[in-house]
């Protein structure tokens, strides 16, 4: 059981770290945009919905291993 706990710990980190890293260059983006502004909305645009997803994939990914209804 503890390796299995070892992979879940490494598997919450990684998705963790992606969260991280799209808020980073989505904050990027917003405090210094690109070239024009459509690049720099689609930029933020994108960061933004990666950050949600990986969110979304992480919680689901701790209820199935915990067994949590939500």
Known sequence: MHTQ????VAIVDNLS???R??????ASEQYMP??????SD???????????????IRE???NLV???VP
């Open 34 to 39: 690109s070239v024009d502004a459509d690049t």
């Open 21 to 26: 890293s799209h808020a980073g260059m989505l």
């Open 66 to 68: 915990t067994g949590t």
């Open 5 to 8: 706990d070892e992979r879940v």
């Open 42 to 56: 689609d930029r933020m645009r994108e960061h933004t919905h990666w950050v949600k997803e990986l969110r979304e």
């Open 60 to 62: 689901r990914f701790e």
């Open 17 to 19: 770290s992606l969260i």
